[in-house]
């Protein structure tokens, strides 16, 4: 699912990220669209599917070099580090998406 996501909404990122470097005008757009609390709903859902799908990717290349990881036992515990890391990390990106810090 977060590669899915990640995959429909690349157009619009890179999008905004090559309307963000066009001019200093068009960052300062950028800024006010970014502003918007539905926009930044949006990137945060974003943010998680990347960081979870990053996460996860971690997780399976891991497994793919340490065959003993490889168990029934092992999956469950490494889903849940992988849930938890990426819930975190999407944390900290919330409280700086949102003005924390």
Known sequence: VSGAA???FL???LYLFSQSLT?????EVFKGFL???IVK?????L???FLF????????LVMDTNHDAVTKESGKRTSVVVFVVSS???IAFALKLFGAF
Do not use: D, K, Y
């Open 6 to 8: 990640l995959f429909l």
């Open 11 to 13: 157009p619009f990122l």
């Open 88 to 90: 975190v990390l999407t």
């Open 23 to 27: 001019s200093e005008l068009s960052f």
């Open 35 to 37: 502003s918007n609390i």
């Open 53 to 60: 799908h990053f996460c996860a990717g971690i997780r399976h």
């Open 47 to 49: 943010a998680w599917a």
């Open 41 to 45: 709903l949006i990137t945060l859902g």
